[in-house]
Protein backbone atom coordinates (compact mmCIF):
# COMPACT_ATOMS: atom_id res chain seq x y z
CA UNK A 1 0.00 0.00 0.00
CA UNK A 2 1.25 3.73 -0.23
CA UNK A 3 2.07 5.63 2.72
CA UNK A 4 -0.04 8.10 3.38
CA UNK A 5 2.39 11.13 2.70
CA UNK A 6 2.56 9.61 -1.18
CA UNK A 7 -1.12 10.37 -2.38
CA UNK A 8 -0.44 12.78 -4.66
CA UNK A 9 -1.03 13.16 -8.50
CA UNK A 10 0.77 12.75 -10.87
CA UNK A 11 1.26 17.06 -10.91
CA UNK A 12 1.57 16.58 -7.05
CA UNK A 13 -1.90 18.08 -6.10
CA UNK A 14 -2.98 16.15 -2.98
CA UNK A 15 -5.43 13.27 -2.65
CA UNK A 16 -7.13 12.61 0.77
CA UNK A 17 -7.80 8.70 -0.01
CA UNK A 18 -7.62 5.83 -1.72
CA UNK A 19 -10.14 3.52 -1.79
CA UNK A 20 -9.42 -0.62 -3.18
CA UNK A 21 -11.43 -3.05 -4.14
CA UNK A 22 -9.34 -6.07 -3.34
CA UNK A 23 -7.57 -7.07 -0.16
CA UNK A 24 -5.35 -9.89 1.20
CA UNK A 25 -4.55 -11.27 4.49
CA UNK A 26 -0.87 -10.86 2.97
CA UNK A 27 0.04 -7.65 3.56
CA UNK A 28 2.43 -7.84 -0.12
CA UNK A 29 -1.22 -8.21 -1.96
CA UNK A 30 -2.97 -5.76 0.27
CA UNK A 31 -4.62 -2.41 -1.92
CA UNK A 32 -5.26 -4.27 -5.06
CA UNK A 33 -7.99 -4.27 -7.86
CA UNK A 34 -9.67 -1.03 -8.86
CA UNK A 35 -9.14 2.10 -7.13
CA UNK A 36 -11.60 4.76 -6.18
CA UNK A 37 -10.04 8.42 -5.39
CA UNK A 38 -11.04 10.68 -2.89
CA UNK A 39 -10.18 14.28 -3.79
CA UNK A 40 -9.84 16.93 -0.44
CA UNK A 41 -13.18 18.19 0.20
CA UNK A 42 -15.22 15.57 -1.34
CA UNK A 43 -18.73 14.90 -0.53
CA UNK A 44 -20.13 11.87 -1.15
CA UNK A 45 -23.55 11.08 0.40
CA UNK A 46 -24.10 8.22 -2.31
CA UNK A 47 -20.99 5.40 -3.26
CA UNK A 48 -20.58 5.70 -7.05
CA UNK A 49 -21.99 3.32 -9.08
CA UNK A 50 -20.36 -0.55 -8.32
CA UNK A 51 -18.85 0.82 -5.43
CA UNK A 52 -21.42 -0.10 -2.77
CA UNK A 53 -20.20 -2.68 -0.01
CA UNK A 54 -16.74 -3.21 -2.45
CA UNK A 55 -14.02 -0.96 -0.37
CA UNK A 56 -11.98 -4.09 1.14
CA UNK A 57 -8.89 -1.69 2.23
CA UNK A 58 -8.53 2.26 1.95
CA UNK A 59 -5.49 4.47 2.73
CA UNK A 60 -5.96 8.03 3.68
CA UNK A 61 -3.52 10.50 3.42
CA UNK A 62 -1.63 12.89 6.05
CA UNK A 63 -3.73 15.91 6.97
CA UNK A 64 -7.27 14.63 5.85
CA UNK A 65 -9.70 12.21 7.55
CA UNK A 66 -12.28 9.88 6.14
CA UNK A 67 -16.36 9.51 7.15
CA UNK A 68 -17.95 6.41 6.27
CA UNK A 69 -21.57 5.16 6.70
CA UNK A 70 -22.84 2.24 6.98
CA UNK A 71 -26.37 3.41 5.21
CA UNK A 72 -26.20 5.63 2.06
CA UNK A 73 -27.07 9.52 2.71
CA UNK A 74 -25.04 9.49 5.31
CA UNK A 75 -27.19 7.63 8.10
CA UNK A 76 -26.86 4.84 10.30
CA UNK A 77 -22.95 4.49 11.89
CA UNK A 78 -19.90 5.87 10.78
CA UNK A 79 -16.39 5.53 11.47
CA UNK A 80 -13.75 7.58 11.32
CA UNK A 81 -10.06 7.42 9.37
CA UNK A 82 -7.08 9.09 9.19
CA UNK A 83 -3.60 8.82 8.31
Known sequence: CPAPGDLRTVNGSRICAYLYSD????YE?????DVLVVNPSTDMP????G????VSSLVVG??????VWDR???KGHSRHFSA
Open 23 to 26: NSAY
Open 29 to 33: DCCAG
Open 46 to 49: YMPS
Open 51 to 54: WAAK
Open 62 to 67: TRCELT
Open 72 to 74: SSK
